[in-house]
């Protein structure tokens, strides 16, 4: 059977579930169903709700929930969770579960264009409906937003060395693939860091992937509107692979498990903020040592768990 996407930190996440038979859980990046087909066993009168903007993860999820009747997927975008909800006539669930990023057959399947180590088109999208592709931001984008987009997104320090040669051969012919544009990469870079392992385009990449699908834009948004469709005693489970993910996951997290928020030293609370949530785990879960060698994508999960309170 083909590996599709091996489920990171599985028995971490499942042991943490707190659900009980006739609960409604909803997957908001549901993947090859991975996490999904162990968390729908622990509620077999409930149900799940699977989210994912890509059409060919909901194909393969399908069939590997196929056994179950208690399940819906949903081919949307986890940001309008609330109107997938609502569609459904559920107003609160009891837990929620993002898997940020991509998939392992996403990165893996050339065609999509996710990868340098393949050749494929220069796509990346995760929604093949959407327009804007990975050819349109290494083509168009103007030479500085290229720039703040590897520095931010791939906290690549060979930015500026990088898209001034994306610029230079833009000039003369349009950059189509993903084997031209790594060529250009290696091509500027020092010949020790196009040698290193993890291959020289590995940042630019991940920059442009997470461009190209606004993989951070509105996630605090949505993170707070999940914890307010909680139920309480429910859970929201995230994990996420890059700093700047995580950062906005704990601060999201940590801002709704304070209670006074007024500014330090104020005599009398003003604010009267509650918190909303329990923090299930203070320092952020990651792989064990094994999971790391057997799956060395799960090296840089970091697992968030709140409760709603
Ligand atoms: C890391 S994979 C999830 C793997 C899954 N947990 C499993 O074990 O099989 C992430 C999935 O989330 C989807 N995805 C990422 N961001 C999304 C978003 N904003 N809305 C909907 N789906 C998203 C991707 O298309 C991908 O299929």
Redesign the pocket.
């Known amino acids: 059977m083909e590996i ?5 930190m ?1 028995k971490e996440i499942t042991d943490a579930l707190t659900l009980k038979p006739s609960d409604i859980f909803v ?10 087909v162990e968390i729908i066993k622990h509620i077999p009168n409930g149900r799940l709700i699977g ?4 059409e060919e ?1 909901l194909k393969f ?1 399908g069939v590997q929930l196929k056994n179950f009747s208690n399940v819906t997927l949903v081919k ?4 309008n969770f609330e109107s997938v909800l609502d569609n459904l006539n559920i107003e609160k669930v009891d837990g929620f ?1 993002l ?5 392992s ?2 990165i893996d399947t050339a065609e999509r264009g996710f990868s340098f180590r393949f050749d494929g088109p220069l796509d990346m999208r ?2 093949k409906n959407q327009e804007l592709t990975a050819f349109d931001v290494v083509n168009t984008y103007s030479k500085q937003d290229l720039i703040k987009i590897l520095k931010i997104y791939g906290e690549e320090q060979f930015a500026n060395l990088i898209v001034n040669n994306i610029v230079k051969h833009r000039q003369t012919a349009l950059i189509k693939t993903t084997k031209e544009l790594n060529f250009i990469i290696e091509q500027c870079l020092p010949k020790r860091i196009v040698y290193k392992s993890g291959g020289a385009g590995k940042k630019t990449f991940q920059a442009l992937r997470i461009e190209v ?1 606004q ?1 951070l834009a509105g996630l605090e948004k949505s993170l707070n509107k999940m914890i307010g469709r909680l139920n309480l005693g429910g859970r929201i489970f995230v ?1 996420s692979f890059h700093s700047l993910e995580d950062r906005i996951v704990k601060t999201v997290f940590k801002f709704n498990a304070s209670g006074c928020i007024c500014p330090p030293g104020t005599p009398v609370c003003i604010c009267g903020h509650k918190p909303k949530l329990k923090l299930i785990n203070r320092k952020p879960i990651t792989a064990s040592q094994e999971e790391q060698t057997t799956n060395p994508r799960s090296t840089s999960a970091k697992l968030r768990i709140a409760e709603k309170i």
């Open positions: 599709f996407h091996k489920p990171i599985l997957d908001c990046t549901l993947g090859g169903a991975g996490h999904s989210i994912d903007k890509d993860a999820a949307s975008d986890f940001k579960l898997d940020l990023g991509v998939s057959h996403q995760m929604d699908n993989e994990m």
